[in-house]
């Protein structure tokens, strides 16, 4: 058969692959350098993704537990700018809606303050609130006891206090029980319970609480709640929070706020993911550098491995063959560093959320996302050199050694 008529011969993936990984196997230092920038980058990138999908799952697991059905009523401020206050009905009228299934209120007692002893200065009251508070309030807002007990009938018809999660550490207290006291209004309180961190409730955390009517006779209240806690059936939340704030004040529904604390948590959520794409544009920059580094490894690929070029070429091995061989070696650099990126930002996910206790998520999008982009990247720092070795004559490529 005449030589013009002779076709190469095709190389089975097998043959490539084992062809491109053959260069790494030579140099497995500067590989594995190479493929440590990658890995870097996607690493960054996926433990970005995996921790704010884990607090996001932290988050709906929280939600599950404690509902979206809770909604807060509170005063705003009058026509003229000054403190507005909602009517000592509020509570029963609100109670009276038809799809409404818990009530609770607090109510701030402004000029009281809670101290660890009677000999701290006044002025020192370390940001703690006295409100007076129901006794359907831990159910309501779905609070725990975290040491000793809640306020019952008897116990809020004395000078008896809860303190929040915040409060407690504030003034030093880590249990409760009969023989601990506080000064608070001016006289000694005994600390009964301290509640577990509020979710839905925060403004809890920082507050000493004590019962309705211990409050109306030892401190002078008022009776007029500062914040009403109403729980819904799940499908009436937004008919009922159009109409709470006309029922809660008739005569100004202007002046009432009515908000969702479900929707405060996902705001929040909503400020982290801002600062996730952030960090994923700094990840995006670290596998961009690592994308460089593979590029520079594989120019530097052919110029030492000239002689090879020119011996394959000499047997017989196309250009197309060639540019083959080397951008396989650059995908298979770049699949090996995104593999280990993805591992060890998956690895450091776990980790974090088990510091948290968290559940560890890591969306599938994001690791086959991860993979993709370390071929993309192989590919595009590959071409130039694939093409670069392509172009060697068998004659250029051997006089060169």
């Given amino acids: 058969m005449p030589m013009d008529q002779l076709s190469p011969t095709r190389l089975h993936p097998r043959d490539v692959l084992q062809v491109g990984a053959a260069g790494l196997r030579t140099r497995p230092l500067r590989a594995v350098l190479s493929a440590l920038g ?126 929040g999660a915040t409060a407690a550490r504030r003034l030093g207290i880590g249990d409760a029980g009969p023989d601990l006291q506080v000064y608070l209004g001016g006289r000694w309180f005994t600390v009964i319970g301290i509640l577990a961190p509020v979710p839905l409730a925060d403004e809890l955390d920082a507050a000493a609480l004590i019962g309705w009517p211990a409050a109306t006779a030892y401190l002078a209240f008022n009776e007029r709640p500062t914040t009403i806690y109403t729980r819904t059936t ?76 020119g011996l394959r070429r000499s047997l017989g091995a196309t250009r197309g063959q060639i540019r083959l061989q080397f951008l396989t070696e650059s995908l298979v650099l770049s699949a090996l560093g995104g593999l280990a990126g993805v591992l060890a930002g998956a690895a450091v996910t776990a980790l974090y959320a088990s510091t948290q206790a968290w559940p560890a998520v890591v969306p599938l999008w994001a690791m086959v996302g991860g993979i993709a982009a370390t071929v ?25 050694t």
């Fill in 234 to 309: 799940d499908s009436a939340v937004e008919a009922v929070r159009a109409v709470l704030a006309a029922t809660a004040n008739p005569e100004a529904p202007n002046e009432v706020k009515v908000s969702r604390p479900s929707d405060a948590l996902a705001a929040r959520q909503a400020t982290d993911r801002a600062f996730t794409g952030l960090l994923l544009g700094l990840g995006g920059v670290a596998l961009l550098v690592g994308g460089v580094g593979v590029a520079n490894t594989m120019v530097i690929s052919v110029l030492e491995r000239r002689a090879e070029i």
């Fill in 38 to 163: 990658i890995a870097i980058g996607i690493a960054a990138m996926i433990a970005v993704v995996g921790i704010s999908s884990s607090s996001r799952a932290e988050l709906d697991r929280t939600l599950d537990a404690l509902g979206t059905n809770l909604l807060t009523v509170s005063p705003g401020d009058t026509v003229f700018g000054e403190d507005a206050t909602l009517p000592r009905e509020a509570v029963e009228m609100i109670s009276r809606i038809g799809p409404v299934e818990q009530v609770a209120a607090l109510g701030a007692i402004a000029d009281a303050h809670v101290y660890r002893n009677d000999r701290i200065p006044q002025a020192q009251s370390g940001g703690i609130s006295v409100q007076a508070a129901h006794l359907d309030l831990l159910r309501t807002v779905g609070a725990n006891i975290a040491q000793g007990v809640w306020l019952n009938a008897s116990t809020a018809r004395y000078p008896a206090v809860v303190l």
């Fill in 376 to 400: 993309l990247v192989g590919a595009i720092a590959g071409l130039y050199p694939a093409i670069r070795a392509a172009r060697l004559s068998p004659t250029e490529a051997l006089a060169a």
